[in-house]
């Protein structure tokens, strides 16, 4: 069946989870279909005031409100929705989801794959980005260059074919077709390959203000949970991280009074060789609802490190927000 490309010379869609964290101009300025993650609120927080959820759980926060959520994967069904959807706009599918060690989104993927006929199960390649919230975006990111890097190459090779003789044309075009079916083959193999050697070596890095949040969901217990209040008030504070695709706490700082600037500290610090190197950055930003945070941690890195290229700065999303809760503040990085 003939597709109807959005962009004929682009025959690679892309799919990914709401846990991505990507702003809606990026979504929507290159195509990405967006399954959405599952977060289930008890009836009472619907009656509190707020734009977002997090405003409602700022709300029963101030409360006193002991109000807090479950969060489900997709069913492989939203997935195969959306993967029947896009195959009907492109040739072949890279779906990145958020870490199979948090969620069981990527199960989901895989699943729904799989109900699919040989045919179009062999169209769609899913990642697991081992990662979340701006970690993944960036994989994402990567993502989106690669395909455009294929995308021009294709282009490329269609100006050449289109220069020879028409009768030429005609006579070439199935062994063209055929040789051309075999390379995008080949690149959708390098790709997902280049985009699993990324995972490892993107960095992801976390303050959180209260770890009630995560308390509850049940990642860390309460004496931990109590410790980590405690130390904070004497300024010591467990850095987030994500480590082999698990949410975690990757080091312990102390005297951190701003975590703005802990954050670039910890920045500055981890990629000291790299930058010595002249290797540039490519960064993202996410808070949750500490706009104020987000914005001074993005002019502290173009200031300071003004080679580097801040992909975006987003609020997070609902899932992994509702896990490390209000005022957290994080970045994500990789070399380039």
């Known amino acids: 069946m003939k597709k109807n490309y959005p962009d004929p010379n682009q025959r690679i869609g892309l799919i990914t989870d709401e846990g991505a964290d990507l702003t809606s101009e990026i979504i929507e300025k290159h195509q990405i279909a967006i399954v959405p993650l599952k977060v289930i609120w008890p009836p009472e927080i619907e009656n509190l005031p707020g734009e977002t959820i997090f405003?409602?759980?700022?709300?029963?926060?101030?409360?006193?409100?002991?109000?807090?959520?479950q969060t489900s994967q997709p069913s492989p069904k939203d997935f195969l929705d959306i993967f029947k959807k896009e195959l009907e706009k492109f040739e072949?599918?890279?779906?990145?989801?958020?870490?199979?060690?948090l969620s069981g989104t990527y199960n989901s993927a895989i699943q729904a794959k799989n109900f699919l006929n040989q045919e179009k199960k062999e169209r769609i390649f899913v990642v697991d980005s081992l990662n979340a919230s701006c970690g993944m975006g960036l994989l994402v990111l990567r993502a989106i260059d690669l395909i455009k890097e294929l995308k021009e190459d294709k282009s490329s090779s269609c100006a050449e074919f289109s220069r020879s003789e028409s009768e030429s044309r005609k006579e070439h075009k199935?062994?063209?077709?055929?040789?051309?079916?075999?390379?995008?083959?080949?690149?959708?193999?390098?790709?997902?390959?280049?985009?699993?050697?990324?995972?490892?070596?993107?960095?992801?890095?976390?303050?959180?203000?209260?770890p009630k949040w995560l308390e509850h969901s049940g990642r860390i217990s309460k004496t931990i949970a109590s410790w980590i209040r405690r130390m904070a008030k004497m300024g010591v504070r467990p850095l987030i991280g994500i480590k082999e695709g698990t949410v975690k706490a990757v080091g312990i700082k102390t005297g951190v009074r701003d975590v703005s600037e802990a954050l670039f500290q910890e920045l500055e610090g981890k990629t000291k060789k790299a930058r010595k190197e002249?290797?540039?950055?490519?960064?993202?930003?996410?808070?949750?609802?500490?706009?104020?945070?987000?914005?001074?941690?993005?002019?502290?890195?173009?200031?300071?490190?003004?080679?580097?290229?801040?992909?975006?700065?987003?609020?997070?999303?609902?899932?992994?927000?509702?896990?490390?809760?209000?005022?957290?503040?994080?970045?994500?990085?990789?070399?380039?």
């Open 92 to 101: 072949k599918i890279i779906c990145i989801t958020i870490t199979s060690k």
């Open 278 to 336: 002249g290797q540039p950055l490519k960064i993202a930003i996410i808070h949750c609802l500490n706009p104020e945070g987000a914005q001074k941690l993005k002019e502290i890195i173009e200031k300071r490190l003004p080679n580097s290229q801040i992909a975006f700065v987003n609020l997070i999303d609902r899932v992994v927000g509702s896990i490390v809760g209000l005022g957290v503040v994080g970045l994500a990085w990789h070399e380039l």
């Open 174 to 210: 199935v062994l063209f077709d055929s040789l051309t079916n075999a390379r995008e083959e080949k690149e959708m193999e390098k790709i997902v390959k280049e985009l699993e050697d990324l995972r490892q070596k993107i960095q992801l890095r976390a303050f959180l203000q209260d």
């Open 55 to 69: 405003h409602k759980m700022r709300e029963a926060d101030k409360k006193g409100l002991k109000i807090f959520c």
